[in-house]
Structures are given as C-alpha cells and as structure tokens.
C-alpha cells in the first residue's frame, strides 16, 4: 500500500498543475522518518536491558552479549513478519527523497531539497538496521565469514539473537516460529551447543 501511494504521491507531483503538487512526494518519506524510522534507530527496548539480561541468562551463557544485541535490532527482532517489509519501505521511500531533493535543487527551492535530503539519509540509516538480524542470517558472505571475523561474529549474533528473542516472549507463536526456524540450522545448532545450556530451541 506505501509503495502505491509513493508512486501516485510522485506521479501527482509532476502532473498535477497545482502550486503545492511539487510537495506531495515529499509528505509520505517525511512521516515514515518521522513516526517509523527512530524506533528502528534508537534502539530502544520495550523490556529493561537488566531484565533482558535475567531472562535470557537462564539458558544462554552468553546473556550480556545478546542483550545488547537484542536492544539494538530490537523492532527487526519484535516483528519478524513484517520487518522485511518496513525495510524495502524504507529503501524505496529514501530513494525518494533523493530524487526529490535533487528535483528540489533544480527547481531552485534549496531548503526543502536539503530537508528531503536529511529525510533521505535517516531511511537510508533505518533500511539499514529495520531488519538487521534476519539479513545477516541469510547473507552467505557472514555466514562464511570470508577472513572477516567481525561479519562472522555478527552472524553468530544475528542468528542467536533471533532463536533467544522467542524466549522473552514465550507465548508468541510467530517468534517462536521464526526461533525454530533459526534453531535447526545445522551451524546454529553447533552455536546453541555452545552457549545455550538450555539446548530446548534445537
């Protein structure tokens, strides 16, 4: 529906013969930046870290690392069905604001091309990070690693990450879907011998 209402906002900028037309494609990534974007950029949870950390010590050794992990992909983690979803919203309303801005420029109106420019690097920021955890799980290149120790550190985190946030919410069935999902890999399996003492999410 946002991508549809993008694509008439721009079309209805260049089309309709109206003073303030131009503006229209610039009012739906302005409110995505700025009702959407900074939950996902903030980083803040909706449980104390301290509590995070209590829960999951009980079965991941650990606790300390994935709840820092956790508070800051906490969205992408909270809505596994729809992150991806926030996440090509983003993408195509940060391109718009990039080629609106530009159009701004030409046209001389310098402020709002530099306001649609900000409005464009905070989704770009939030295409980023809105579904960090399951992106790094399904990229090969951190899965392997490729001599990068960080991006395989990463991926270790993601994918843990992803099979311990259902345990926060134990009666989430979607959370516990996507944990399971996670949690019979066969590399993940060698992490949750490793760090789960709990191994029940294998």
């Known amino acids: 529906m946002i991508l549809v209402i993008n694509a008439i906002a721009v079309y209805a900028s260049f089309s309709v013969n109206h003073i303030l037309a131009v503006y229209w494609a610039a ?25 995070i950390t209590k829960i999951l010590a009980n079965k991941w050794d650990n606790a300390e690392e994935l709840t820092a992990y956790v508070v800051k992909y906490w969205m992408a983690l909270a809505y ?9 919203n983003s993408v195509v309303l940060y391109l718009t604001s990039f080629f609106m801005g530009i159009v701004y420029f030409l046209k001389e109106l310098f402020a709002a091309g530099m306001f649609l420019f900000v409005v464009g690097y905070v989704l770009y920021k939030m295409s980023l990070r809105v579904d960090r955890p399951r992106s790094v799980y ?12 960080l991006a395989r550190k990463e991926w270790e985190l993601a994918a843990m990450s992803i099979v311990a946030f259902s345990d926060l919410y134990p009666d989430d069935r979607k959370l516990k879907d ?25």
């Open 27 to 51: 009012v739906l990534p302005t409110l995505y930046a700025l009702v959407v974007a900074p939950h996902a950029l903030i980083g803040r949870s909706d449980i104390p870290p301290a509590t």
């Open 138 to 149: 399904a990229n090969a290149e951190f899965r392997g690693g490729n001599n990068n120790d």
């Open 80 to 88: 596994p069905t729809t992150s991806w979803r926030k996440q090509r």
């Open 178 to 202: 996507s944990a399971s999902d996670v949690a019979n890999d066969g590399d993940v399996k060698l992490l949750l011998a490793k760090y789960c003492h709990d191994n029940e999410a294998a």
